[in-house]
């Protein structure tokens, strides 16, 4: 478990793919504290430490990690964010990140708002993904627990501020560039458990391929609004 505060950032030294599923990182993290079978989060994927050594450490990646995110197509001396796991008692600093990326969005608008110092991005998300996407809710980009600021559609924008500019590479990425996403743990619970009973009960799928299709007078028609 984790918490979307990104703790540092790593460089890829040897990329995996569908050939070679171990992908090698070294960053300044302390990890050689970390025991062989520990999970870290990179770029927001759940991961687990198979070796390590000061300033580096590899982890293999399956066929299912490799086609639902970014990481099969990183090369070598690409940036990551880099999360150690929640241990338990310690500080909720973002919110609940599973590091189980729900699929890859894109990057389809950027812009400085304010004085300048922040900027907001627009992003694409699978359609299966918009139900868990509120305003002022939360999600993880590439790992990073942000505030949704607006959604319209599969779509939702979110704003970086100075700190997460400094402290993450969120702020490089172009337009057009894909991110892993990862909706909130809770809304996801909630979001099945209504298709569950709009769709008759138990069986429904647990996401959709359609899209949203909750409108306030389904949930009137169900009995959860009035």
């Known amino acids: 478990m984790f918490t979307g505060i990104v703790e540092g950032t790593g460089i890829i030294e040897t990329p995996a793919s569908a050939e070679a599923h171990r992908l090698v990182v070294t960053t300044s993290l302390p990890v050689e504290?970390?025991?062989i079978g520990a999970s870290i989060a990179v770029d927001g994927v759940c991961l687990t430490v198979v070796e390590r050594e000061p300033g580096r450490f590899a982890a293999d990646l399956g066929p299912e990690t490799l086609s639902?995110?970014?990481l099969g197509g990183l090369g070598a001396g690409d940036r990551v964010h880099l999360e150690r796991p929640l241990n338990l008692g310690d500080p909720l600093g973002g919110h609940l990140v599973a590091g189980h990326v729900d699929g890859v969005g894109a990057i389809v608008d950027r812009r400085h708002v304010g004085d300048g110092s922040a900027l907001e991005l627009d992003v694409?998300?699978?359609p299966?993904?918009?139900?868990t996407l509120v305003p002022k809710g939360s999600v993880a980009v590439d790992g990073v627990s942000l505030t949704v600021n607006s959604v319209a559609g599969n779509r939702f924008s979110v704003t970086l501020i100075p700190h997460t500019l400094a402290v993450t590479h969120l702020g490089q990425k172009p337009v057009g560039a894909p991110v892993n996403l990862e909706g909130d743990l809770i809304a996801k619970h909630v979001d099945r458990l209504v298709s569950m009973r709009l769709d008759g009960g138990a069986g429904a799928p647990a996401t959709r391929d359609d899209g949203p299709g909750l409108s306030l007078e389904t949930l009137r028609k169900h009995g959860f609004a009035t």
């Open 33 to 35: 504290t970390l025991p």
């Open 68 to 70: 639902l995110t970014t």
């Open 124 to 126: 694409s998300a699978p």
């Open 128 to 131: 299966a993904l918009a139900p």
